[in-house]
T-cell receptor, first 112, second 110 residues
Framework: DTGVSQNPRHKITKRGQNVTFRCDPI?????LYWYRQTLGQGPEFLTY????????KSRLLSDRFSAERPKGSFSTLEIQRTEQGDSAMYLC??????????FGPGTRLTVL | AQSVTQLDSQVPVFEEAPVELRCNYS??????LFWYVQYPNQGLQLLLK??????LVESINGFEAEFNKSQTSFHLRKPSVHISDTAEYFC????????FGKGTRLHILP
């Protein structure tokens, strides 16, 4: 399968715990995006990378959220001290040409 | 900043009837527009896109959308829906990342 993959697919955690999600983009894609989707809403942009450079992170929801793409391949999104309001689907997408993004299946986070 | 507005949160329609899902975008000099579909318990899939050229774009499963610059609209249409079209449909615009609308849930009635 050469699509975008995300792990884990589901994560249940207790409030206050840290969680980390991984995204593996399509291999030749240089751009990688993170979005969040809450119930009944469209996906909301969080941050993106071009190769290993994080070009926009102003939309990360708070300083508890951080993302990395250390070698320009896979990326991780970390949420520290999770809150119940962080419960959502976290989506990753990659692209080679700017406007054509391919989405992964998402990681569903439930914070108890 | 670019934005899109989906005018209907839910659209019920009988099977084999036509459907139109409405989308308006904020005006800009140039615009790239998309429709994404999310089937129940599945990820987002690109349905069709307008980047340039012909204002009428089509998908492989019978949907089409028309870019209308004067009305700043990009409505999605299908002449005859099937039960398998049940899904959430998102209109989106490119602004160095994709900006999504809130979605329209298409509910097919038997």
């Amino acid at each position: 399968d050469t699509g975008v993959s995300q792990n884990p697919r589901h994560k249940i955690t207790k409030r206050g715990q840290n969680v980390t999600f991984r995204c593996d983009p399509i291999s030749e894609h240089n751009r990688l995006y993170w979005y969040r989707q809450t119930l009944g809403q469209g996906p909301e942009f969080l941050t993106y990378f071009q190769n290993e450079a994080q070009l926009e992170k102003s939309r990360l929801l708070s300083d508890r959220f951080s993302a990395e793409r250390p070698k320009g391949s896979f990326s991780t999104l970390e949420i520290q001290r999770t809150e119940q309001g962080d419960s959502a689907m976290y989506l990753c997408a990659s692209s080679l040409f700017q406007a054509e993004q391919f989405f992964g299946p998402g990681t569903r986070l439930t914070v108890l | 900043a670019q934005s899109v507005t989906q005018l209907d949160s839910q659209v019920p329609v009988f099977e084999e009837a036509p459907v139109e899902l409405r989308c308006n975008y904020s005006s800009s000099v140039s615009v790239y527009l998309f429709w994404y579909v999310q089937y129940p318990n599945q990820g987002l899939q690109l349905l069709l896109k307008y980047l340039s050229g012909s204002t009428l774009v089509e998908s492989i499963n019978g949907f089409e959308a028309e870019f209308n610059k004067s009305q700043t609209s990009f409505h999605l249409r299908k002449p005859s829906v099937h039960i398998s079209d049940t899904a959430e449909y998102f209109c989106a615009v490119w602004d160095d990342k994709i900006i999504f609308g809130k979605g329209t849930r298409l509910h097919i009635l038997p």
